[in-house]
């Protein structure tokens, strides 16, 4: 029997909740690239205090400024990095780090107030309207996690967050993104269009699922190289230091230390994944446009993939060569979300191997 062809209405309704799901999907990317912006210029421990609602609003008196500045006086980042640091410079970094909390609570509230309106207009289904609510509760416990990344930078001697906090809150960020971003996609196209499993379709698409987890994994790579300063070192390529592999490499015990405290496993690692990663697309992006059966919608979303990881492994390189100028680390981190989002639109458009 044939499905029962969905109403002008639904079909209204699926166009502005997914409309704005994609906007908050827009909004997060914003927020990447802002939190890349806030670490690069350590600004993140400018703001002393965590107030949910209140700290919406910014110092609006002089005393109140200086207030905050007698705050970051005590910490050890004022203390052995920006010893005389002027009031003005220290509004500098406030309002960085400020408009990346202000950009977090008004992803709140534009997630928050539609859910209520199309809830009560019946436009959301049971199951959806719940999802949406699960969302807003972790975008919640992102800034929390956040204020928990930042709470690291305060103890004794630490001029940053530790990096397995920002670790953390980054991947929180990534996780909340790509599942807004695929409940976005499954409401515009709830009906995937349905495409043969002959042996190199599924090949393919084993190949995005693959790709997915590697892009996954270096981004956190990526993440452990911003957070232990790993990319103001060897800034040569392809050798680091005329080396292949650096010298010491294996030098912590036990040796998975390693991969997320020694400098140089943690940039050669981050290297070793994004040449992987690329490989892995191209190679994928050959198999697929030898595939008719995949059709014209995920050869497209495969080309796209393809120039974006060429894009990004340039600002990879770009980056380390100038070691790393807050605009070049800034773009690089947005445009790996940007790159995921090629990915997960590229397995969202194979939901339909082998289910008619």
Same mark, same amino acid.
């Given at each position: ?18 409309? #704005? ?28 205090? #965590? ?130 971003? #695929? ?81 140089? &496993? ?34 497209? &979303? ?24 807050? #605009? ?29």
């Amino acid at each position: 029997m044939g499905r029962t062809p969905p109403s002008a209405q639904e079909l209204r309704n699926r166009q502005r909740i997914s409309t #704005w799901l994609f906007a908050i999907c827009f909004m997060l990317v914003g927020m990447i690239a802002l939190g890349g912006y806030t670490r690069l210029t350590g600004s993140g421990l400018s703001i002393m205090d #965590w107030r949910p609602i209140t700290g919406m609003i910014p110092p609006l008196s002089h005393a109140e400024w200086e207030r905050q500045f007698a705050l970051y006086k005590t910490i050890p980042q004022y203390k052995i990095l920006h010893d005389g640091f002027g009031l003005s410079g220290f509004q500098q970094i406030f309002w960085a780090e400020w408009t990346h909390r202000f950009w977090g609570r008004l992803m709140g509230l534009v997630l928050l107030v539609p859910l209520v309106w199309f809830s009560i207009t019946g436009a959301l289904n049971r199951g959806l309207a719940l999802r949406l609510v699960l969302f807003f509760v972790l975008g919640g416990l992102q800034g929390a996690i956040g204020w928990f990344m930042v709470a690291s930078g305060f103890n004794p001697d630490s001029t940053a967050v530790a990096p397995v906090r920002l670790v953390l809150h980054l991947c929180c960020a990534f996780a909340l993104y790509i599942a807004i971003l #695929w409940t976005a996609l499954s409401v515009r196209t709830p009906r995937p269009a349905f495409i043969p499993a002959t042996p190199e379709v599924v090949r393919v698409h084993r190949l995005v699922w693959a790709i997915c987890l590697l892009v996954g994994i270096t981004v956190i790579a990526g993440g452990f190289t911003a957070g232990t300063h790993a990319g103001f070192a060897y800034n040569t390529f392809p050798l680091m230091d005329g080396h292949l592999i650096p010298q010491g490499y294996a030098r912590l015990h036990p040796f998975w230390l390693n991969w997320f405290q020694n400098i140089p &496993a943690v940039q050669f690692d981050h290297r070793l994944l994004a040449t992987t990663t690329a490989l892995v697309i191209g190679g994928t992006i050959v198999l697929g446009l030898r595939t008719p059966q995949l059709g014209q919608d995920v050869h497209n &979303a495969l080309a796209v993939l393809g120039w974006l990881v060429l894009l990004q492994y340039a600002l990879g390189i770009t980056t380390l060569l100038l070691v790393v100028p807050v #605009w070049a680390g800034t773009v690089h981190q947005t445009c790996a979300a940007i790159v995921l989002t090629a990915a997960i639109i590229t397995l969202h458009r194979l939901r339909g191997v082998g289910h008619p």
